[in-house]
């Protein structure tokens, strides 16, 4: 059985204290490769917020530059991420993303909502593979972000709920065209 990599990307000061309690396990943290280099497969990956500076001098500029360049630019990085991830890789998305400023609106479930959306598109993307992808709480400290992608433990408040964490892309789809409403 050969070396197990993880890839954390995010807020570098909290990117390289997770490194060090992966290191701590045996897993070997290693940097998201440039676009067209040799680059090893993840066995785990663990996405996390950054702070994100609000720019802009309306209410609704502030929001839009907080999503662009917070939750959504999360979407591009997993796109990177996407080609490497081994077969049955665990995925963490960690909720995390906050306005720097109090003049910017919050909706944490909006947020959280948005990565589920992510983790869902990923689970497409990556189909028929196995990888078990997860949306978590920010609060979470190093050690228990680290846990729950290698043990997969489970317990009050470790996942968020989503009853669609472990279904396979195909039930998700079904799910969600049975769903489809459209209202222009």
Partial sequence: MGTKHVLITGSPD?????????????IE?????????????????????VTVPARGDTVVRRV?????????????????????????????????????????PDDQAARLSLLRVLAHAMRADLAPKHAHIHVITGERTDEEIANLALTGATGPKAL???????RSYEDWRIQLLGLVHIEL
């Fill in 29 to 49: 943290p290693v940097a998201l490769a440039e676009p067209g280099a040799e680059a090893p497969v993840i066995d785990y990956y663990v996405q996390l917020g």
């Fill in 14 to 26: 909290r990117v390289a204290s997770l490194a060090a309690v992966f290191t701590g396990a045996g």
């Fill in 160 to 166: 968020l709920h989503d009853d669609n964490a472990e």
């Fill in 64 to 104: 839009h530059s907080f999503l662009n360049d917070g939750l959504l630019d999360r979407f591009a990085v997993v796109e990177r991420v996407l080609p490497v991830l081994a077969d049955d890789a665990v995925v963490l998305l960690v909720a995390g993303n906050l306005p720097a400023e109090v003049a910017v």
